[in-house]
């Protein structure tokens, strides 16, 4: 097993983060005088892509919009969850469409990539729901059955 030293982990997040920033464009000049009104969208989209929050708006966004963008039946049945490294984890309200879903991937993928959100996904994950569980309370023991070990 090899052991990470995070110093050395953060030492070198900090210097390619660095060497990003210099090689960074200088930000827009202001069109009028210091202390001239501007419009907060102009202000806001500065900030935006000053701190490269695109990437994180256009998921947010796709979150937000996600029923209009795979329609209303597939909605109802379907939840985006998380994306992470260009993963969508998507939970489904049975197996069953979790089985229809996954044969539509590469269609719903595509309609994902061509929605004016911008976000980046490049592979779908479908989980179904989750087991109901059988423990109750805060103590258990070790492969029991639990309320069903009395049936027989």
Known sequence: MDKRDLALDLFKNFKSSAVRKINKPAPTQRSGQPGDPEL???VLNNLISE???DSGLAEGNLFITWATIVG???AAHATPISIMDGVLTIQTSSSAWATQLTLVAND???TIKNDPS???ISKLIFIGPHAP???KGIRTIRNARGPRDTYG
Do not use: P
Request: no cysteine; hydrophobic share 45%.
């Open 40 to 42: 907060i969208s102009g």
């Open 108 to 110: 719903l993928l595509s």
């Open 72 to 74: 209303a039946d597939i």
């Open 118 to 120: 911008g976000a980046t």
């Open 51 to 53: 701190r490269e929050w």
């Open 133 to 135: 569980s059988w423990k």
